[in-house]
């Protein structure tokens, strides 16, 4: 799971730095854990997209948090952004 997340930000950590946008990652999760890959690495890059692109361009600290847990058997995946959001 830390993998596909790293994957995912990696392929969008130059559109972020040059909007200065922070990535802040926090992934719980014990291993191993099953997912779907394709499914998942699909809609961790959308949600990350979108939290880049509607990201306020008048904030000065501008930040995106992908927090990921494992918890009795349910992965929580949590992103938050301090963006306009989609209009």
Known sequence: ????INQVLQSHIEEAAS???V???????PNPWR????????????????A??????????KFI???VQGM???LVLEIKDNGIGIP
């Open 1 to 4: 799971c830390n993998a596909l």
């Open 19 to 21: 909007k200065e946008i």
């Open 23 to 29: 990535i802040q990652k926090n992934v719980r999760v």
């Open 35 to 50: 997912v779907d890959r394709y499914t998942f690495t699909r809609m961790v890059n959308i949600l990350i997209g979108n």
């Open 52 to 61: 880049i692109r509607f990201q306020d361009p008048w904030k000065d600290k």
């Open 65 to 67: 948090s992908v927090d």
């Open 72 to 74: 009795q058997g349910v």
